[in-house]
């Protein structure tokens, strides 16, 4: 399958995107475009791309809209619901799962693709949950993706563990309580949630630099 056309282009520090799970077409995009939103990030299933297309998950053509709208794009994996117990056996389905499902949805090599790790069931050992975001990561980054994590509540893991023990450069903080990245800091920051906004929720998001000079990494045109 071929890729969309665009090119991979570091975020600018400070401006304002959105994620959302609902599915865009070229006239809504170009509304919050208009609106003086700069990228969004759209979800990938951790199941099948059949799944993906049946839900409302990111597809080839709204990511073509996405685009010709003036948008850049990135992609996260939904999280499971409710408390859930990440494994390393888990890591790699859903690692390959959100590696096929971005190339179905025709996004190239290079663009960030983000890991949602939140609502782990507290007793859970941390280094599975180390090793589940490592094996994730694996399969993201094994066909060109760019991994990153977005850290909601009760990850589990420490500002330390996240900066030394994951093999990830791209962190996203939630407005949860949560530690912070230890040396590196957050790459992305979610102000508001759950905004209605031209008839869809959506999360706000808003870029800036880390402390080793590192920023989110979007498809463009």
Not at 49 to 72: F, M, S, Y
Request: with cysteine; net charge neutral; proline share 5%.
């Amino acid at each position: 399958m071929s890729f969309l056309s665009g090119s991979i282009k570091s975020a600018v520090s400070g401006t304002k995107g959105f994620d959302t799970t609902a599915r865009l077409d070229l006239n809504l995009a170009a509304k919050f475009k208009a609106d003086g939103f700069e990228f969004c990030v759209r979800y990938l299933s951790r199941l099948s791309t059949a799944n993906q297309v049946k839900n409302g998950d990111l597809i080839r053509t709204e990511a073509d809209a996405i685009l010709d709208a003036g948008l850049g794009l990135m992609a996260a994996q939904h999280v499971r619901s409710g408390r859930w117990v990440p494994s390393p056996e888990l890591g790699t389905v859903y690692g390959k799962n959100a590696a096929n499902n971005a190339i179905f949805a025709g996004l190239p090599p290079g663009v960030n693709i983000w890991l949602d790790l939140e609502s782990v069931k507290l007793g859970t050992p941390v280094k599975d949950v180390i090793t589940y975001c490592n094996n994730w990561f694996a399969q993201v980054a094994a066909v060109g993706y760019v991994p990153g994590i977005y850290i909601g509540f009760d990850p589990i893991v420490t500002g330390d563990q996240l900066f030394h023990s994951l093999t990830c450069e791209h962190y996203w903080k939630s407005p949860s309580k949560v530690p912070d990245v230890t040396v590196r800091g957050y790459q992305m920051l979610q102000p508001e949630i759950d905004m209605k906004v031209h008839g869809i929720n959506i999360d706000v998001d808003t870029v800036q630099t880390d402390h080793l000079g590192g920023l989110p990494l979007c498809l463009a045109r």
